[in-house]
């Protein structure tokens, strides 16, 4: 059984550009999640997706940020237009439902 | 979900038990009690949950008071590897609940040699 998977593991950009992420979630899992992370402080919620439906959107998530999981397998997150405070860990998780979530490892993100 | 409280950071002598406590006073009768840690540049790894009852795996024992406003992570021999910093959330199990965890700051945990 692998766990959660991300991709790329960190990426560096320039103000201004797109950038996507994405994520493999454990193979049986329903639900998969996305939350933000900044220095010294714990993840913060984003969104989540129960198969291919987002069933909700943290405030966090401005219109410059949009995710997908076409399949209801893997997800991906880009943002455009992006800003230097957008530079942050970005973590996702799966679950069986409502069960424990399991996290990848994130992708790093630095805006110059 | 309820809130919790931790301490900012505890520091364990290696091969000690390393206990770490987290308030939950307002928690509600179908909260869990869930356990993370997060070492540096990683993503969150679960530990451990329960509902009332202590529990133990091969990580880690949690044990919940019996009011249930507050419990103790027990990592029986800590190791260097085990610094991090431990996340206690609370929260709803179960398929009618969908959403994310609420992680506070956390205790940064630093096992010493």
Known sequence: DTGVSQDPRHKITKRGQNVTFRCDPISEHNRLYWYRQTLGQGPEFLTYFQNEAQLEKSRLLSDRF???????????????????????MYLCASSFSGETQYFGPGTRLLVL | DAKTTQPTSMDCAEGRAANLPCNHSTISGNEYVYWYRQIHSQGPQYIIHGLKNNETNEMASLI?????????????????????????????W??????????G?????????
């Open chain 1, 66 to 88: 949009s995710a997908e999981r076409p399949k209801g397998s893997f997800s991906t997150l880009e943002i455009q237009r992006t800003e230097q405070g957008d530079s942050a």
């Open chain 2, 64 to 92: 919940i008071t019996e009011d249930r406003k507050s419990s103790t992570l027990i990592l029986p021999h800590a190791t260097l590897r085990d610094t991090a910093v431990y996340y206690c959330i609370v929260r709803v």
């Open chain 2, 94 to 103: 179960g398929d009618n609940y969908g959403q994310n965890f609420v992680f």
């Open chain 2, 105 to 113: 700051p956390g205790t940064r945990l630093s096992v010493l040699p």
